[in-house]
Every structure is written in C-alpha cells, then in structure tokens.
C-alpha cells in the first residue's frame, strides 16, 4: 500500500523554522520526483517545492524562494522541506505527493504548519 505521511508542522513565530518530513512506504522512492503542496484555509491547494527522484534538480515556487530548501534521503525513504523565516502568510496544512498521485487526487493527511506570534 502506497503511504506518504507528513510530520514536523507546528506552531512558529515569524521567523522562525521548521522542518517538515515525509515518510514514503509501498514504493521505490528513488524512481519518483516528490513534491510539497500547502493548502491555506479558503484557498486551493499550491505546489511550494519539487525534488527530482535521485535530488539533482528542484523547484520552488516564488513565494518561498531563498526561504524554503527541499531535500530527500532515499536510503531513509524521506523527503524533507526545511523552512526558514517563516511568515504569517505560511500558515497552511502542507502534503507531500507523487505527481500521480496528485492528479489522482489522493492525498495523505498532511501537517498542520501555523506561524503566528
């Protein structure tokens, strides 16, 4: 059974960081690109960052670009998002996907991220 499950979301004050992870199980992770999504209260769903499947190349979206660094450790089966000076407009619960498994509209239960003083 095909899992990615979420952690490291909590509560922040601006500025500061967190570190978000992303358990993979049920597949090779090393043969997929993985990417972070974020869903704010009342809006859709936005892709934040993408990582290449063995790390070579990723993308940030231009709002948390210089701020937001995508890595994976495949050996660990995990992707990671860390995330530095953290502001008020990040507040969102965060997934992480396959590409597929996005357009499929399957999604895990994510991370709550809020970043509030």
């Known amino acids: 059974q095909v899992q990615l499950v979420e952690s490291g979301g909590g509560l922040v004050q601006p500025g500061g960081s967190l570190r978000l992870s992303c358990a993979v199980s049920?597949?090779?992770?090393?043969?997929?690109?993985i990417g972070w999504f974020r869903q704010a209260p009342g809006k859709e769903r936005e892709g934040v960052s993408c990582?290449?499947?063995?790390?070579?190349?990723?993308y940030y979206a231009d709002s948390v670009k210089g701020r937001f660094t995508i890595s994976r450790d495949n050996a660990k089966k995990t992707v990671y998002l860390q995330m530095k000076n953290l502001k008020p407009e990040d507040t969102a619960v965060y997934y992480c996907?396959?590409?597929?498994?996005?357009?499929?509209?399957?999604w895990g239960q994510g991370t709550q991220v809020t970043v509030s003083s």
């Open positions: 996907n396959t590409g597929v498994r996005a357009a499929k509209g399957s």
């Open positions: 049920g597949f090779t992770l090393d043969r997929y690109g």
């Open positions: 990582i290449s499947s063995r790390g070579s190349s990723a």
